[in-house]
């Protein structure tokens, strides 16, 4: 039921302080990594973070508003160089083999069980600084990895922002058959 688990994938803020086991976080890595890209560039590159030390380093690099994210066990950062896709129609193919990759974790997480929650909310030369990432590198995504917790565990704002309905445009407004 590929679809149920799509539909069940959700970005939730409140996470668990439960670890993930290593072998639940390689089969992540190994979906990421059997993603399709154009051309087969790969483009991506995942830096895991799973030592408290390390996190804790990297979370001052996250925007105030993505501070929920700091309970996370598990912080995936996706990073791909510019030209290190395919370069068709003069279109950046980077950041698709890199969004394949991310939503090919992503489902992999919700069929163990875990939530991932994709971001784009931190400074980027102070990540890069943190985790060594070389210059020529650009993050394009952190993924947030871990049991989801209990809506208790959040402050007012997140609580509400988690408690949200999740939306989506109408196929009808998104899809033309034969002919825009
Ligand atoms: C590229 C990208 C960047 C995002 N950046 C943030 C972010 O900085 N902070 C955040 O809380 N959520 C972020 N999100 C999560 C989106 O808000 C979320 O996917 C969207 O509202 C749809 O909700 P759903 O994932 O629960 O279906 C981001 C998602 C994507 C794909």
Redesign the pocket.
């Known amino acids: 039921m590929i679809l149920e688990e799509i539909m069940n994938?959700?970005?939730?803020?409140a996470f668990s302080s439960k670890p993930i086991s290593d072998e639940m976080l390689n089969s992540i890595l190994e979906a990421g990594r059997w993603a399709p890209s154009c051309s087969n560039k790969q483009a991506w590159n995942f830096i895991v973070l799973h030592d408290k030390e390390v996190l804790t380093e990297a979370h001052e690099a996250l925007?105030g508003?993505?501070a929920?994210?700091k309970a996370a066990p598990v912080m995936i950062i996706v990073a791909a160089k510019e030209d290190g896709g395919c370069s068709a129609h003069g279109l950046p193919y980077f950041m698709m083999d890199v969004?394949l990759a991310?939503e090919n974790m992503l489902l992999q997480a919700v069929h163990l069980g875990l939530m991932g929650?994709?971001?784009?909310?931190w400074n980027e030369a102070e990540l890069k600084d943190t985790t060594g990432i070389p210059k020529e590198y650009r993050i394009v995504?952190v993924i947030f990895l871990g049991y989801e917790g209990d809506l208790s565990l959040l402050d007012e704002v997140d609580r509400a922002?988690a408690s949200r309905p999740?939306t989506?445009r109408e196929l009808s407004e998104i899809v033309h058959w034969e002919k825009w």
Do not use: D, L, Q
């Open positions: 994938r959700h970005s939730g803020r925007s508003g993505n929920y994210g969004g991310v929650h994709p971001v784009a909310g995504c922002k999740r989506r």
